[in-house]
């Protein structure tokens, strides 16, 4: 398992755009598959896009084309390029680390061994 730190969260109005990174512990960065995960209050939390270590992709429909994620696998960190926020992406999101196959349940909180601890994104209308 790997630990995970998230950073980058805030306030931010309807439009504008943040950047969160995750630096992940450990020597094997390059073989997880890493994703992002929202929650937002009172929702289960919910997939929003993932990165296998050869740089495949995979988003959730409503982000994609405003999302973008990517990995540096020298720095053991990982990122979400958040552009053209909306309300309804206010969440706690998640950055989370899965050592299965590519392909194999990405979308499924469950298949994650590895969590941090979640940062905060605020966007106001």
């Known amino acids: 398992q790997v630990q995970l730190v998230e950073s980058g969260g805030g306030l931010v109005q309807a439009g504008g755009s943040l950047r969160l990174s995750c630096a992940a512990s450990?020597?094997?960065?390059?073989?997880?598959?890493m994703g992002w995960f929202r929650q937002a209050p009172g929702k289960e939390r919910e997939f929003v896009v993932a990165?296998?270590?050869?740089?495949?992709?995979i988003y959730l429909d409503s982000v994609e084309g405003r999302f973008t994620i990517s990995r540096d696998n020298a720095k053991n960190t990982v990122y979400l390029q958040m552009n053209s926020l909306k309300p309804e992406d206010t969440a706690v999101y998640f950055c989370?680390?899965?050592?299965?196959?590519?392909?194999?349940?990405?979308?499924?909180?469950?298949?994650?061994?590895?969590w941090g601890q979640g940062t905060q994104v605020t966007v106001s209308s």
């Open positions: 990165i296998s270590g050869s740089g495949d992709t």
């Open positions: 989370a680390a899965s050592g299965l196959p590519p392909g194999v349940g990405v979308r499924d909180p469950s298949s994650y061994g590895s």
């Open positions: 450990g020597r094997t960065f390059s073989r997880y598959i």
